[in-house]
Structure formats: C-alpha cells, structure tokens
C-alpha cells in the first residue's frame, strides 16, 4: 500500500513521520506523475493560498483534481481541509480547492485572539482519551453537507466557536481543522490508514 504526502509546502516531514510511525513508507508528492499508484494521499498543513499556486506551477493540482474525483482517499489537515473543500470563504479568488468534501470553510475564521489554541477534543470514532488537538490559524467549518459525517466538533469552553465541527469525514475522505500531525497522538492518522486500506479491499 503506498501512501503520498502533498510535499509542495508546509509540515510533510511531520506526516511522513505519523505514518512511519503506524508502518507505512509515505512518498512525497512534488511532481504530477508521482501521483500514480497511489492507494491515499495526504494533503498536510501550511498556506492554502502558496499550495495552491504551487499545485498550478507543479501541474501537480490537475492530476491531483482527477484523481480525488476519482475516489483517491483523502486526508487534509487544516491548510489540506481547506484544499479539500467545496467552498472558501476569505480566500484569494483565485485559490483551488478540489470540493472532495461537501463543506464551507473560512479561512482563518477563529480570529486573531484564537489565532493558535489548544484543546482535548472528544472523537468517538478513535475511542479512548481526548485527542490533543492544536489550531493554528485554523479554518473555521461553517457549514457541511448532507453526506459529511461529523466525527468531533469543539468543545465547551472554547468560546464563540464551541460546538464547530473540526474532524469530518464524507467517504473516503478525512479531514481536521488542526494538526494531527503534530502531536505523538497517531489515532487519526491510525483511522485514515484503516480508511485506505478499505477502500483498497474494495476497489479489487
Ligand atoms: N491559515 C492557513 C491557510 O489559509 C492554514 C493554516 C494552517 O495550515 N496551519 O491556508
């Protein structure tokens, strides 16, 4: 099973090592062919605005478009959750975003004051203790649609925003408004992985 890592910007390194860490050699995405026989993809944190002209420079984000259309599972953490969706509110207007999930997002849209936070966030789907989440200049998900499985919202405590969803699922794609990949905590990643190998099973 191979699994790649969007490497254009932002943290690769962090999630070519979750997945070292759950037995699974990443490959790092920098060129549109290196996209073929992929059973997963990655899309990581960073600046969606940079990754998006760097998916147009690379040539990488049209081979990238066809193959989640496709069905390539998919996971997007925070800038990836952005590229993922179907709608960015303040974004640039000419910013991609592959609408590989049914949701609107604002960027940045917890506020200058809230621009980074952390907080235990309770996910059913991955059991067990709350989940250290960090936000950095996180996406707000403001709407999602019919076929979007909530699988954490915000918590009581975290103001204005309690109760926005932060991880969702809709088929076989993931994605978290924070970044997973920058705790040891490897249950999310543990899920997507579980995701991939599924949706593998099915596709023979
Ligand atoms: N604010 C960033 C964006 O719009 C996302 C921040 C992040 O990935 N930490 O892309």
Redesign the pocket.
Same mark, same amino acid.
């Given at each position: 099973m191979t699994i790649g890592v969007l490497a254009l910007q932002?943290?690769v390194r962090e999630h070519v090592a979750a997945l070292a860490d759950l037995g699974e050699a990443a490959r790092p995405v920098r060129t549109p062919g290196e996209l073929d026989g992929l059973d997963g993809v990655v899309l #990581?944190?960073?600046?969606?605005?940079?990754?998006s002209m760097l998916l147009a420079s690379s040539g990488v984000g049209d081979e990238l478009a066809g193959a989640l259309a496709a069905g390539l599972p998919a996971f997007g953490?925070?800038?990836?959750?952005?590229l993922l969706a179907t709608d960015v509110l303040d974004?640039r207007p000419d910013q991609r975003s592959f609408g590989a999930i049914t949701m609107t997002v604002r960027?940045?849209g917890y506020g200058r004051q809230a621009e980074s936070f952390e907080c235990g966030l309770d996910v059913p789907a991955l059991g067990g203790e709350p989940v250290p989440a960090v936000?950095?200049?996180? #996406?707000v998900v403001e709407a999602v649609g019919p076929d979007v499985e909530v699988l954490a919202t915000l918590p009581a405590g975290t103001g204005a925003a309690a109760g926005r969803p932060v991880v969702c699922r809709q088929g076989p794609v993931v994605v978290a408004a924070y970044?997973p990949e920058l705790t040891g905590d490897r249950r999310l990643h543990q899920l997507f992985v579980e995701l991939v190998k599924e949706h593998r099973e099915t596709r023979r």
């Open positions: 932002g943290d #990581p944190g960073g600046e969606s605005t940079t990754l953490t925070c800038a990836g959750l952005i974004g960027r940045n936000f950095i200049r996180a #996406p970044h």
